[in-house]
């Protein structure tokens, strides 16, 4: 099957105990119009998926740590034989959570940085001492042999400080650092004008590629940014090199920028299954309709998969294949999640000629 199910991302609760400047559920610590599903819908929702397809699994939020019954949860989907992995933002994990996390078999956490010291993440994530306790989440994590892996989310307003996050990341002992470029849902519509501008764009992504080039411990992966796989290939071709990207196949098995509704979703606390965490539009709901039949048959997911249908540039480039654009960040910027991406500062060699 060429589009396969590889990695789910879960919603389990709106809830959060942050208030994160860019959260694209715009989540808050009392969710009482938007209830948590029950354990036995969780359950039925996984027993959907199972009989289909073999994903990554990760719990996610909101802060899913608010959840009582997330460990059972989790321990439901790793008897399934899922890879179950959780997404925290690390300021409630305790001893206790860690010592849940290993026996419901979690195989991964993520959690964030979104900042070199405590004043820029403190400032990010709305909250002061997250940047405190995300530190002391890692140390526990390393004391109790817990992979984890780090998420940075990027705005004009930390952008100056990437590299020095990323050898904070390096010294941490983390599996994987994914470099996010912030696509404007849920809160982070308010923050429009700090995004990245297109002009930085290219410059940090092959900042990005220089850096991986050379690292050989450290996973790294742009997440939200996939004209990296366009740049990859045009310096790789430049330098003459047949460059293996190793990392960008870790966690999802795909080697293309835009994976939303090809090989990742997100399935939201309603039951709505969505092409990405960023994509604030449902394919359908997993409570009413079976999820196989979601996948490969919902009109979303098949235009997504439809790279000849794109429109503008993205539709004539020579790398839609591999890069393909941010359909969520057109759908948020356009209204048209089939246009082209906003950021790319890329002309196609079909337009150049034309």
């Known amino acids: 099957m060429e589009f396969e ?3 789910i991302a879960w919603e ?12 694209r559920s715009s989540s808050e610590l009392e969710a009482n119009e938007h209830p948590d599903f029950s354990l036995e819908e969780a359950k039925k929702i996984l027993d959907d998926i199972a009989s289909y397809a073999s994903p990554v ?3 996610s939020g909101g802060e899913p740590l608010l959840r009582e019954d997330i460990f059972d949860i989790a321990r439901y989907g790793s008897d399934l034989g ?14 206790e959570i860690c010592r849940k996390m290993k026996d419901s078999d979690i195989r991964m956490v993520s959690l964030s940085l979104d900042g070199a010291c405590a004043e820029t993440h403190d400032d990010f994530r709305n909250q002061k001492g997250a940047f405190e306790g995300t530190m002391k989440a890692i140390e526990l994590f390393n004391a109790h042999g817990i992979p984890f892996l780090v998420n940075s989310s990027f705005t004009v307003r930390n952008q100056k400080e990437i590299p020095e996050i990323y050898k904070l990341v390096k010294g941490l002992g983390a599996t994987a650092w994914y470099m996010f470029m912030i696509v404007p849902t849920g809160r982070g519509e308010d923050i429009m004008a700090e995004l990245i501008p297109e002009k930085l764009y290219d410059e940090i ?3 990005h590629y220089q850096v991986e080039k050379e690292e050989n411990e450290l996973l790294m992966r742009p997440t939200c940014a996939p004209h990296y796989y366009r740049i990859v290939r045009q310096k790789a071709k430049e330098e003459g090199e047949n460059f293996k990207r190793r990392n960008l196949k870790f966690s999802t098995g795909g080697s293309k920028g835009c994976l939303a ?4 979703c997100l399935i939201d606390v309603d039951g709505e299954v969505l092409p990405c965490s960023y994509f604030p539009k449902s394919a359908g709901n997993i409570k009413t309709t079976e999820f196989k039949k979601i996948w490969e048959e919902s009109d979303l997911f098949l235009q997504l998969r439809d790279f000849k249908s794109y429109k503008g540039k993205c539709g004539e480039c020579e790398y839609v294949g591999v890069c393909g654009g941010c359909r969520a960040r057109s759908y948020a910027m356009t209204g048209d999640f089939l246009a ?4 790319c500062s890329y002309t196609p060699l079909r337009i150049q000629k034309k």
């Not at 509704?261 to 990742?264: A, M, R, S």
């Not at 082209?340 to 950021?343: N, Q, S, T, V």
């Open 261 to 264: 509704g090809q090989l990742i």
């Open 5 to 7: 199910p590889k990695w």
């Open 12 to 23: 389990t609760t709106r809830r959060c105990n942050l208030k994160c400047v860019h959260c």
């Open 205 to 207: 992504l092959e900042w």
């Open 340 to 343: 082209p991406e906003p950021f």
């Open 57 to 59: 699994v990760v719990l």
């Open 82 to 95: 899922f890879r179950m992995c959780m997404a925290t933002n690390g300021t409630l994990v305790t001893e």
